[in-house]
């Protein structure tokens, strides 16, 4: 049997579009969560009942799917079936009482302070060229300022403006905040800005800070991969262990570690909802666990008595 996306679905996806700012692969994801409930029930998703919901969960069950995504499709269920409701399209939310699967708590990765200074001293050391002050500036804005890789390679031209202390940052759900900038992050924005031209392509290249000649006018993520990945090499680390996620990870985990509250650090990452920051304590209170497993003499008696 044809499935054909219901006129509902599209109105959801539009309403993400206009009232929350969603982006393409926001939408995408929406959508391919969407169909393929909708293409396991063969039939009108908005009429689906909590019976037929609590199917096709199984189904993906069965399917050995990862908690994370049983999780996500669930998550995209709700949020249509909420837009029904306000829509009264509906008058009850069959994933009320749907279960959401317990999601294994991932520790971020992160990189120590150490790691994180030989990845900018090598950069420092390197022939300087248009091409290292480019690099120069992305490493800032990604520990210095703890940003997304996808906020750094669209930030716009007009994000900052010599003299500024600060950068702003428009994030998910086309929220701005304000990001403050080091003193190294400065003198990064000064030596890159003198050399920007050289970046500079198409007409629609220019609205971008990070310009570039390829068909999306800006510098890419897939590129920033790649370039964190060569400097990794050079500064003798893992490649495996290292991208641009990895250092806004390590930004955030040093400045609690350095003493900064969780609502400040929250606001510099740009979460909407504390929890999602509250993932950086627990990697901060394992590294102090493991400082003491480590070096505490107390300890080390306990793992000999163990091992008898």
Known sequence: ???YPSMSVELFLDMLVAERGAAAHTLSAYQ????GAAE????DLAKASADDLSRYLAHLRRQKRAATTIARHLSALRQYYRFLLSENQRDS??????????????????????????????????????????????????????LRASEVVTLPFNAYRAGQNSLR????????????LTPPSITAFEHYLAVRKNFLGTE??????????GSTGHYTRQRLHQEIKTLALAAGLDPKQLTPHVLRHAFATHMLEGGADLRSVQQLLGHADISTTQIYTH??????????????????IGARKSKR
């Open 204 to 213: 629609k290249s220019q609205k971008f800070l990070f310009p570039s000649r």
């Open 93 to 146: 939310d069959p994933t009320l009482h749907l279960e959401r699967p317990k999601k294994p708590q991932r520790l971020p990765k992160i990189i120590s302070v150490d790691a994180a200074s030989r990845l900018l001293d090598v950069i420092t050391a390197q022939k300087q060229n248009p091409a290292t002050a480019r690099l120069q500036l992305l490493c800032e804005l990604l520990y210095g300022a703890g």
């Open 283 to 300: 990697v901060t209170t394992q590294r102090l666990r493991d400082t003491v497993q480590n070096h505490h003499p107390l300890a080390k």
């Open 40 to 43: 396991y029930l063969k039939g």
């Open 169 to 180: 940052v428009r994030g998910k759900g086309d929220k701005e905040r304000i990001v403050p």
């Open 32 to 35: 391919r969560d969407l169909d």
């Open 1 to 3: 049997m044809l499935y």
